[in-house]
């Protein structure tokens, strides 16, 4: 996001001229008190005091100061720096730590550097020393840096502490309950307070969280599944296959998948088990799977849906059939499901039973595609579009936060769905978020597929045309549910009067509308 320009004050024809200044305000969840708006006063104050004319304010509200990715505003001050676009000589922040968090402290003295290098000076209103390149302020910035990312750690290590002893005493801990299972709310006495919906959080911290069995149908399916895989030794795939045939869906609404029915017959929530810490992913640093012996669990904190004997059985069967294969044993049994379909790819791999993961593949082998070469399989395709859809993943989370912060800077409130990041406006609408990723064609033109969360059956599709790099929004279709298809859009360059009507070049338009649009007003839209 750009750097939003303040608006210039008339000053007196006899007074000296004021020096241009910057602000950089950024709020993250552990400080109230860190509002940007009072760091904007105070900076504000500090400008007055010092002479400083305000011409633009940078904001990231609501980001972790841990890094520098998804903080956009961040970003943009130092592009504008770099760039020589930058219309001013000072960038003032309310303090260190506002700068960052960086748990390399020399991180955020790189960034401070970018900035002195372009003739930027930072100084840090709320501190007590000048920011003047001096011996002292390196120093003092020094320790301050290193103070702040050891209050990360520390904070990091407090409230890890005290979501596993919540986990200990039978809390659940985030996460939607699954298939077969509901969220209740406690109050403090330990009293039903209200099932939770999906998208619903408690409002209270003194409010606790527990699982309880679902519906009857969803309990009977659960326990149909184990009977199908114990007594009838049908395979994941085999009872997912069954399970659609039925018309039975599953907790999100979808079909199922030998993924779907393999979470369910491994899941210790089942017979009651409260597991946390099977991934981690603190400071924001690398995301780790975590092995048995860091695993936080609470036997018996839930009412049991099936049998612990069964569950036990259940478990017995899978970890033989995944024992660990040689190499051999491996590239075999890729070779075989290779003949079988005449290609390879991961979801393939996964799909198939009796096969280890495609996760187990590309570490063994190093790679997939070191793994298909093995067994003699060239993909015919360049394996580039990976790593764009893992960049295109995280563009679709940082939009889906931009519109939840847009909509609400304009006063309007938004509820989001954490397992399908459908929004619900204002208590009155639902929207969707897709990205449409660009394709170039071999004669050069650009295409893009839209396809709509037709299971979610949101009101409005907000669709983010990619432009030719992958890498930033081209434009935003804003499509209503009558406008959905059950397969997927297909958009040139140039599209038809219909299309045209809902094209436009930023979200202004839609943010404006769910400040004050009643949904009896979307609808014939």
Not at 358 to 364: E, I, P, T
Request: with cysteine.
């Amino acid at each position: 996001m750009a750097g939003r320009e303040l608006p210039s004050r008339k000053e007196p024809a006899n007074s000296p001229p004021k020096r241009r200044a910057a602000e950089y305000v950024r709020m993250s969840t552990d400080h109230q008190k860190y509002s940007t708006e009072n760091q904007s006063d105070a900076i504000r104050k500090y400008a007055e005091e010092r002479g400083f004319e305000l011409v633009r304010s940078y904001a990231d509200a609501g980001k972790s100061g841990l890094r520098i990715e998804g903080r956009e505003a961040l970003q943009q001050l130092i592009q504008d720096v770099q760039d020589g676009t930058a219309d001013f000589e000072v960038i003032l922040v309310y303090d260190v730590s506002r700068w960052g968090r960086f748990q390399d402290a020399d991180e955020s003295a790189y960034y401070e550097y970018i900035c002195r290098r372009a003739n930027k000076q930072v100084e840090y209103c709320a501190e007590q020393f000048e920011n003047d390149g001096g011996p002292v302020a390196t120093i003092v910035k020094s320790v301050k840096r290193a103070m702040a990312g050891e209050y990360s750690r520390e904070l990091s290590n407090k409230v890890f502490i005290g979501q596993c002893r919540l986990i200990e005493r039978g809390f659940r801990q985030g996460g939607a309950a699954g298939f077969g299972l509901r969220r209740v709310l406690l109050d403090e006495r330990g009293e039903v307070k209200a099932e939770l919906k999906r998208g619903e959080h408690k409002s209270l911290q003194t409010d606790r969280v527990i699982l309880v069995p679902g519906p009857d149908a969803e309990v009977r399916t659960v326990r149909w599944i184990y009977s199908r895989f114990l007594k009838h030794g049908r395979s994941e795939s085999e009872i997912a296959a069954e399970l659609n045939e039925r018309g039975i869906l599953t907790d999100l609404g979808r079909a199922w998948t030998r993924a779907t029915v393999h979470q369910i017959l491994t899941n210790e929530k089942y017979i009651g088990n409260n597991v946390y810490n099977r991934r981690s992913f603190k400071l924001k640093q690398k995301r780790v799977a975590n092995g048995p012996e860091m695993l936080i669990r609470s036997e018996g904190a839930f009412d049991a849906i099936v049998e612990p004997k069964q569950f036990r059985q259940v478990q017995a069967i899978i970890a033989a059939r995944n024992r660990r294969f040689s190499d051999e044993e491996m590239l075999e049994r890729l070779t075989r499901l290779f003949q079988r379909h005449g290609y390879i790819s991961g979801l393939v791999i996964d799909e198939a039973d009796g096969m280890p993961s495609s996760g187990a593949y590309a570490h063994r082998f190093g790679s997939l595609i070191r793994a298909y070469s093995l067994v003699g399989f060239t993909p015919d395709r360049d394996y580039h579009y990976i790593e764009v859809n893992r960049l295109l993943r995280l563009f679709h989370g940082d939009e889906v936060q931009r519109v939840i912060r847009e909509i609400a800077r304009l006063g309007g409130t938004v509820a989001r769905n954490p397992a399908t990041d459908l929004l619900t406006i204002n208590g009155e609408f639902t929207a969707s978020v897709v990205v449409a990723r660009c394709r170039e064609t071999s004669t050069g033109g650009l295409r893009w597929k839209i396809r709509f969360d037709t299971g979610l059956a949101p009101d409005i599709t907000i669709a983010v045309r990619m432009d030719r790099t992958n890498t930033a929004a081209l434009d935003f279709y804003l499509l209503p549910q009558f406008e959905m298809r059950t397969k997927p859009l297909g958009l040139a360059e140039e599209n038809g009067l219909m299309l045209d009507a809902f094209r436009f070049e930023t979200l202004d338009f839609f943010f404006d509308m769910a400040r004050r649009v009643p949904v009896s007003e979307v609808a014939p839209w």
